[in-house]
């Protein structure tokens, strides 16, 4: 796997707009190794779906490497290219994926898009995700409903039987704002939380309504109270919602059922085949499946002025952005997909109401055409981050759940194919996709990233400081930086012990403030692109490169020996950021365990 080639990503280092207008002009540039040395580079790109090619010149020649630009013109709101290296009697291609000595599909081919810029402080946020009902609750004693199984507060979730989904252990949004310092001292610097609309469940994706707060989490009171507690402290605030349905409960499919002649059937998907008469999310019967043919069903969900995705967005609740829940299945349904109509629907009422709010999909897999830009900003990035390092990273003996849906062992992928994995989701998709979408270990859904690497603290930095550097927005799931553990989901959702905080483990809290105020300080890891230059089963090392800055990362999962000789990058290292302290342009890396290191080089 060679990591030492010609180069271009969407990074101000090599497209000067990543946000143009159609007519605009916009600068490419390929970055060549000195060991290559090509006798023409071109740029192909399609004008109204017609490829065209370009010659570029070679505007600069160092000692490590050699620079190559053009200038083109916008002239479609999507324009996908990649770049021709000339030798004698062949040619290569640079593409999203790297260089291949073959003709390629125009499917990994850069893209840019002619689209107003992403909200700008998504670049150096830093997200703390919380399910409510298990964050910190306040003193208020509320009437519980019938379905809610009371749980003491430091009791363990049993999960995976009846109880499931109905165990309440009281968590509310006073609570939540009670420990608004703890999220700041932390160096985070916005907050997702899971659903807060009410429900018949402690997850509450099953929603019983789209337009109040559940009072069970204070109702729309608490509700404001938060947010202005929140965005006085500096801190960005994210809401969470199904698109794709809402709770058995909810008065639409209520009204639905009740008369055949409601207004409400046409949200609805209906089957006489199925017991219950309605088409459910995954069959189940408790989330009914809503169908966006219906017009009246988009009003209420975004068009309109009062929809739901808008009034949240607005006073006196100033939601800074959207999760949607199960983006990847809003609008589709056998014969039907109009999924994308539906996500740049809501992009389109977002932006109305308010430009700088931040809409992320989940998307359990990936479609790189769910990503072309003009609906979702990006992703939980499952596939392209968590999933490959987690199957990279994953040490414990216990058979968790991984990411896969197969019922297989855990795997243990190597390092180059786990950077295969990266790169591969990143290709074919506009870098402005990538780097607005949510990077994670682990979140809700999932296993702890504690229980993953069984314990292993080097193995689990490891895997921090890959959060904490890589492209895209970085997201917390509440209780990992003290130490929570979890093998799946459910078991994941545990409470945190405010009362005893001599249980946390506060050397891995510590770490998590170091590599936080790193992500957060460094320009290149706000700004910059991203450069492989090292792959093997055990370790890895990338360039993070801005125009101000040049940051090299190195990651191994065991014991490694290795220099990293960054002779003929050009580069020397000028300040250790974490990690081993190196000088000059080789770093020995030797370690008995899993190790990581952040260092400036110039």
């Known amino acids: 796997m060679n990591l030492l080639e010609a180069h271009h990503d969407g990074s101000e280092l090599y497209v000067s707009n990543s946000a143009p207008k159609i007519g605009d002009s916009v600068k490419l540039k390929v970055r060549v190794p000195a060991n290559d040395k090509p006798i023409k580079v071109f740029v192909r ?13 070679k505007t600069k020649t160092g000692k490590s490497e050699s620079w190559w630009s053009i200038d083109i013109v916008i002239e479609n709101t999507t324009t996908h290219y990649r770049f021709m290296l000339v030798d004698k009697g062949s040619y290569r291609w640079l593409n999203g994926v790297g260089v291949f000595a073959h003709d390629v599909t125009d499917r990994e081919d850069f893209q840019i898009i002619a ?9 150096k946020a830093v997200f703390y995700q919380i399910f409510p009902d298990r964050f910190a609750k306040s003193d208020v004693v509320r009437k519980l409903p019938d379905w809610a199984i009371p749980k003491q507060w430091n009791d363990l979730p049993k999960g995976r039987d009846k109880t499931t989904g109905v165990e309440f252990y009281g968590g509310d949004l006073p609570g939540i704002t009670s420990k608004l310092s703890h999220i700041k001292a932390l160096g985070t610097s916005a907050i997702y939380f899971t659903p807060a609309f009410p429900s018949r469940s402690n997850h509450r994706y099953d929603a019983t309504s789209f337009d109040e707060i559940d009072p069970l989490l204070g109702g729309n009171q608490a509700m404001q109270e938060f947010s202005e507690a929140a965005h006085k402290t500096g801190l960005k605030i994210m809401g969470d919602l199904t698109t794709n349905h809402c709770g058995a409960g909810h008065s639409w499919i209520k009204k639905a059922l009740k008369r055949p002649s409601s207004r409400f059937r046409e949200f609805f998907y209906w089957d006489s085949k199925i017991p219950h008469g309605y088409v459910g999310w995954w069959g189940l019967a408790s989330l009914p499946k809503l169908n966006y043919s219906s017009q009246k069903l988009r009003g209420l969900m975004y068009e309109s002025e009062k929809s739901v995705i808008r009034k949240w967005l607005k006073p006196p609740y100033n939601f800074d952005g959207w999760r949607i829940d199960v983006g990847n299945m809003t609008g589709r349904y056998k014969g039907q997909d109009i999924n994308q109509e539906i996500a740049r629907g809501i992009r389109t009422a977002m932006d109305k109401t308010n430009p700088e709010a931040w809409l992320v999909a989940e998307n359990a897999d990936h479609s790189p055409s769910d990503l072309d830009g003009y609906g979702w900003h990006g992703t939980m990035n499952y596939n392209g981050f968590a999933r490959p390092l987690v199957n990279w990273l994953n040490k414990t003996k ?8 197969f019922e297989v062992p855990n795997p243990s992928f190597s390092g180059t194919g786990t950077v295969k994995a990266m790169r591969a989701f990143a290709a074919g998709i506009p870098w402005r996709s990538l ?18 690497v069984g314990g292993d603290r080097d193995r689990h930095l490891a895997g921090l400081t890959a959060l904490l ?55 290149a890891l706000i700004n910059g692109g991203i450069r492989w230059i090292y ?18 990362i190195f990651i191994s999962r065991s014991a490694v020996s290795h220099t990293l000789d960054l002779a003929p990058l050009g580069y020397r290292v000028k300040e250790t950021l974490y990690g081993k302290l190196a000088k000059g342009n080789k770093i020995k890396i030797t370690s008995k365990s899993a190790t990581s290191g952040v260092w400036v080089v110039n």
């Open 45 to 57: 790109l399609f004008h109204d779906g017609e490829p065209r090619t370009f010659e570029m010149k």
């Open 115 to 123: 689209k107003p810029a992403y909200p700008e402080w998504i670049k």
């Open 435 to 452: 780097t607005a979408s949510m990077v994670l270990l682990g979140s809700h859904d999932t296993a702890r990233f504690k229980t993953v």
């Open 469 to 523: 550097t890589y492209p895209g927005v970085p997201s917390i799931f509440a209780g990992d930086e003290l130490g929570l553990e979890g093998e799946w989901g459910e078991d994941a959702r545990r409470t945190i012990d405010w009362q005893n905080t001599d249980k946390w483990d506060h050397e891995l809290l510590a770490e998590f403030k170091t590599l936080i105020s790193i992500r957060k300080s460094h320009d």
């Open 398 to 405: 216990k058979e968790i759940p991984n990411f896969s849906q």
């Open 535 to 552: 792959a093997a089963d055990n370790a890895f090392a990338y360039l993070r490169e801005s125009k101000k800055e040049s940051i090299l």
